[in-house]
């Protein structure tokens, strides 16, 4: 059983590690494709930050934001594959913060094509998200081992 986890383990972070692989080779001096793609919806994000709840979010290199995303991407890989509940919630964290960025459906009509794209992503990412959750709870559900071993019960005659 541990080894059909580690094997699960192994093909989820697939995902992370293939795009942090990537957008590491992409990185260039200004960020690479990666950056081109996360600046206007950056800016259309901070925008929206910024008239809704009154924050104005500070500015940011795209190229220091994709670096950011290949290293808690990375990190987050390594440690989930170990087992660790902070490597899950690391890449929790980081889907909750990058989904709603990238795949930013409130911009775009129900109708176009564009939202129908989008939105296959955007459920893609979720059901990541999912996983990423199920991890969590799975893990804090089961009991963990005592290390203790119990005392020898006394002889009685």
């Known amino acids: 059983m541990a ?6 383990r192994l093909l989820f972070v697939s995902v992370f590690v293939f795009t942090a692989y990537k957008e590491f080779n992409e990185l260039g001096v ?16 901070s925008k929206h930050v910024a008239s809704h709840i009154g924050f104005q979010v500070p500015p940011v290199k795209m190229r220091d934001l994709v670096f950011g995303g ?22 929790l964290v980081h889907q909750a913060v990058v989904v709603p960025i990238l795949y930013d459906l ?13 939105f296959v992503k955007f459920t893609q990412n979720l059901s990541l998200l999912g996983a990423v959750l199920f ?14 071993k119990k005392a020898p019960k006394a002889k009685t005659n």
């Open 3 to 8: 080894l059909l986890s580690l094997i699960g």
């Open 30 to 45: 200004d960020g690479g494709p990666a950056a081109k793609q996360l600046k206007p919806k950056f800016d259309v994000f």
């Open 70 to 91: 290949i290293i808690v991407k990375s990190i987050g890989s390594i440690l989930f594959v170990l087992g660790s509940s902070l490597g899950a919630i690391i890449l």
């Open 106 to 118: 409130y911009n775009y009509d129900a109708g176009r094509k564009e939202f129908a794209e989008l």
């Open 135 to 148: 991890f969590i709870g799975m893990k804090n559900s089961i009991p963990r081992r005592s290390s203790k």
